[in-house]
């Protein structure tokens, strides 16, 4: 293990103490803890991190390289924090969690203290982890925008964030292990959770499933560290790639296609509600490209009357499209695809659409075409 590299984890855990130390057993116990370790965690941080601390960092290396050394170092950050603060067991946990009291700073046993600081630490590092990414990705989460931190929350700790680190537990501990591992994710011991906010039930409940047993808390607290934060990353990876993937495509789009705005927007629109709901990705699409057009003055008025459209028609749309030059309807049915593809599966009524459109395009259409489109999205 490199000494640098852990003397810079230890650093960071004792600032994480100290922030600790102003925290009340009752905020754990709430779930109020995790406001204040996002200030902590990002007041500073982005101030500094920005698209030119990574090309300073990481010189001459492409955006998705940097994010492999970022997410590789963190899973080595998270293993060793693990490794270090593995001393918890859940007796003590679950009698620290169930105590009265709790309206004075945390004081609690020494094995608890660690895992309160793990708890801090492993949190503290996915945040960062899942900022590093949007900035990457040219999407800086802006920290003073609800919606905004809340997205970054999400992408951070995962919706089903739950589900994900019972998971981690179950594939690293032993085989002998995993039966005692289950019966703690789901018995009495974490009835107390259920009062905790979603966040602080998930976060605390993961630690407590670290710790919990005895001989072999630190190489499963270690592995579940690495695994869960190398979990979380590719999730993060995924969904802020697919966003610079998709203003990429719109960006390429609003250049080709800036002569039949509406009809553009149309052809999306009508693929992308072929399945009778638009997609998270089709509607990042349609308003990522709606952005550009609006930047040419030509195009504000389609974009304008897009935007008051309830019902497409179908049938007006293609006749519409048969009568463009070849180039245009060449570039429509390949926006059609694209759009198909931005989901990671596409339906079948989706597809229907896309042949009757290959049809007035002009264009050769099968199935594997929305699969090999969609690498651009998905990798």
Known sequence: ?????????????????????????SDFKEGLWFSSLLKHALSTYVSKVNAAYFVEKYPN?????????????????????????????????????????????????????????????????????AYDLSVLYEHPVDIDDPNDLL???????????????????LKIAPEATRVGVKALASGSRLATLKALPVIG?????????KFSIPLIAVPLSTGINYYSTGTIAKTAKHIYRRRAALREAANTISMDLI???LLVLQVIYLVAQADGEVSESEALLIQELSSLFLEYDEAVSAVQE??????????TILQ??????????????????????????????????????????????????????????FG
């Open 306 to 315: 897009f935007e008051k459209m309830i019902n497409v028609s179908e049938s």
């Open 151 to 169: 997205d970054l929350v999400k992408v951070a700790f995962g919706i089903k964030a739950g589900d994900t680190l019972q998971n981690a537990a």
């Open 1 to 25: 293990m490199n000494q640098n590299t852990q003397d810079y984890v230890k650093t960071e855990l004792n600032d994480l103490r100290d922030l600790a130390n102003t925290l009340k057993l």
């Open 201 to 209: 039930k998930h976060l605390l409940q993961r630690n407590i499933i």
């Open 61 to 129: 290396l492409p955006r998705d390289g940097i994010v492999d050394r970022r997410v590789a170092l963190a899973k080595n950050y998270a293993a060793i924090a693990g490794g270090l603060n593995a001393g918890a067991y859940s007796t003590a946990v679950a009698a620290t969690i169930g105590s009265g009291g709790g309206a004075s700073p945390l004081t609690v046993p020494a094995a608890a203290t660690s895992f309160f600081i793990d708890l801090l630490y492993t949190s503290q590092l996915q945040l960062k982890l």
């Open 259 to 261: 002569t039949v705005p």
């Open 320 to 377: 519409q499209i048969a009568s463009q030059p070849p180039d245009i309807k060449k570039m429509l049915f390949e926006v059609a695809v694209v759009t198909a593809a931005s989901d990671s599966v596409a339906h079948k009524m989706e597809n229907q659409t896309l042949k009757k459109l290959a049809d007035v395009c002009d264009c050769k259409f099968d199935d594997t075409a929305v699969k090999l489109a969609s690498k651009q999205f």
